[in-house]
């Protein structure tokens, strides 16, 4: 049995998928895959799913969701039922590689780490392998809930930077043909992240593309300044300066 959070909440066994239908059972469910192996009292559980307005039979209700939660996890693992007691609540005890969402974690730790020392071949394979794990954005329907919000904030900031890293081992094994095309679409979607920025100027010098790596530098400079008043970071002037001098050969690979 698998819980997949990097989207949709869901529950994987084999081909089979598992969706919990009730919103509040979700949250709840949702709430303690986030936490997986660590224990979600009854107060966090309160706040996750009603805020500062819990019904008075709130306890009740709780006790009853998880008691629906286990008859559906039973019916996806008969013999194990994931959903343990703990004071001062429940924990959900899951087995290694059960979910995707530490997954992704191993794969950027390895990613980073084969990029430090140089092995920037295997870094990518690593970054795109946790990217590929993300299927939509994170539990976006169950949204609201402090353990899930700091979750999500979290996974999404991780993810950007898996982007930000993969990018640079691709530039560092000369992929950067194949980034121009991703790397407009990340820049229009994240127009503040200057390091894209830089990445599209650098890809598009490298692909023979001098002047429109120079218009890039020209918009994110109007962009930078009319909306936040500021000039383009030190990395971006560089690198503007040195594809204004056209000398290759003082043009980083990656920065």
């Known amino acids: 049995m698998r819980f997949e959070i990097l989207g949709s909440l869901r529950i994987t066994d084999g081909q089979d998928v598992f969706t919990v239908t009730a919103p509040k059972m979700e949250s709840l469910l949702a709430a303690l895959a986030v936490r997986a192996e660590d224990v979600v009292s009854m107060d966090q559980m309160r706040i996750e799913i009603w805020g500062d307005g819990p019904p008075r039979r709130a306890a009740a209700t709780l006790h009853v969701y998880i008691s629906q939660l286990r008859k559906l996890l039973g019916r996806v693992d008969q013999d194990h039922s994931p959903i343990v007691t703990?004071?001062?609540?429940?924990?959900?005890e899951i087995g290694d590689g059960s979910l995707d969402a530490h997954e992704f974690?191993?794969?950027?730790?390895q990613g980073r780490s084969a990029f430090r020392v140089g092995r920037y071949q295997e870094a990518s394979v690593a970054l795109h392998r946790a990217l590929a794990l993300w299927r939509g954005t994170v539990l976006g329907e169950l949204r609201g809930g402090p353990i899930v919000d700091e979750f999500a904030t979290w996974a999404e900031e991780t993810r950007l930077e898996c982007v930000e890293w993969g990018n640079e081992a691709d530039l560092m094994i000369g992929r950067h043909r194949e980034l121009v095309g991703p790397l407009y679409a990340l820049v229009n979607k994240h127009p503040l992240i200057e390091a894209f920025h830089r990445q599209l100027m650098?890809?598009?010098?490298r692909s023979d593309r001098r002047a429109d790596a120079l218009q890039v530098f020209q918009r994110v400079r109007s962009l930078l300044d009319r909306e936040l008043g500021i000039a383009p970071c030190r990395a971006l002037h560089e690198l503007h300066q040195r594809i204004l001098a056209d000398d290759g050969s003082r043009v980083p690979a990656a920065a």
């Open 105 to 109: 974690q191993r794969f950027a730790r």
């Open 202 to 205: 650098l890809a598009l010098y």
């Open 86 to 92: 703990r004071f001062p609540g429940y924990v959900l």
